[in-house]
């Protein structure tokens, strides 16, 4: 038995599914539910009233050879519906024509339905598409409707366009009669050639002109609504498989994020006990930019042992192993640079300069290396820093010397003699001998009074 909205709402009359229906009336939230006739696979609880839009078999069509055929009979066509669930964006979904310039034809372009209608008589193809995507997964309801004019519904709601020249009127109604509706792959390619991707894969329900169709015949469809087997390759690598419907969704593990959880995500201390490679792990209440997330933020710090750096003390420090021998580390990052002392060179100062390179040593002697100087081993007969005296030059120059200093010695004896002859015979003839005579002037007037007076004679007492 199938039930609809009359079912429901006019016959009162006990019946094997009359009081569940009444009962889930009441409990669940202002809605119905549809209790389907024995082969019927849906039962869905829905918003509407429709009942006969959920009680039929729905179908799986492959996308490549899947096809269903629908035989209709009826005097006038004026609606078509049916409801579909999908993940492709293009491909046609059902048909019915007799040849190339008469036919009717709905797909998927895009995402969103179109409605492609072609008569002779018009000479031209004329064209309605919705605006809601619907390759959603979910399952829609698709109705087309050609009284005066043509129009699309999708999910009860009007869409596209409606155009007065293409009311399907009886034109359709013979195409149907005469050639049924075909679901999927059809054999006249140019109606296939009309949508991207040939052919409808998903689920197909609920065809209805004029009144609930079951088709006739099909090839390599499956009975019920079926995904394809998302999750048995575990695409999920840190996470959860869900399928939904020929797609799948990940339910990610702590610390993981991503479309297949593989990227690490607002990582912490309790991520792995090892986190910090040479150093102590501490929790922050306050994130930094990712180090180490490959998404998010970074909800730690490494506190490094002495000698090892980055965020996760994974880098020796450069200059920790004193790379430099003879100088200076400086550092810079994962570099470092060798300041060397004098007398080296080399990137780790390692190389002594030579101070023998430019042959410091004259006169034949041997140059011994030393840190930033040199020692000259010189041959007999020469001596020196560098070898450059002939030791036969320097006792020649000796001798001169002497020679030089007796003559000086000698010249200044002589000289001595000379001048104290001259001094003493000056002395001679200076007027401390010889005779005076005074001026007539002069007798009469000479006192002794240079003379010292006699003492007076002593008394004897």
Known sequence: MKYNSAHVFTRWKPHKYGFMLLLVKLIVWHGYICICHPGATNAYFITHNDCYQTCNSSQTFNGSTSNAVFQVTIASITSMQFSIRTRSSNGLVLASGINSTYFIAIGLNGGKVELIYR?????????????????????????????????????????????????????????????????????????????????????FDQLSVGSLLTSNSSVEVRAGCHSDDMCGSNPCVNGTCVDTFNSYRCDCQKFYSGVNCNSTHNVDCTFKSNLCSYGECQNISTPKEPCYSQSGKDFFQCNCTRGYTGCLCDVVTPCSTNPCNNGSCSSSGSSYTCNCNSGFTGMNCAVNIDDCSNNPCKNGGTCMDGVNNFTCRCPSGFKGDTCQTSESSTSESSTNVGMWVGIGIAIFVVLLVILFLIVRHCMGSSGLSGTYSPTGQEKGQVQMTSMPPIPPKERLI
């Open 119 to 203: 008569y002779w008589l018009m000479g031209t193809e004329e064209r309605i598409q919705g605006v809601t995507n619907i390759d959603d997964g979910n399952w829609h309801n698709i109705s087309v409707t050609s009284i005066v004019d043509t129009s699309i519904a999708v999910d009860q709601k009007t869409e596209g366009e409606k155009r007065s020249t293409l009311a399907l009127g009886n034109n359709f109604t013979t195409s149907v009669n005469s050639d049924g509706i075909t679901v999927g792959n059809n054999s006249r390619s140019y109606l296939a050639s009309l949508f991207t991707v040939n052919y409808f894969k998903g689920c």
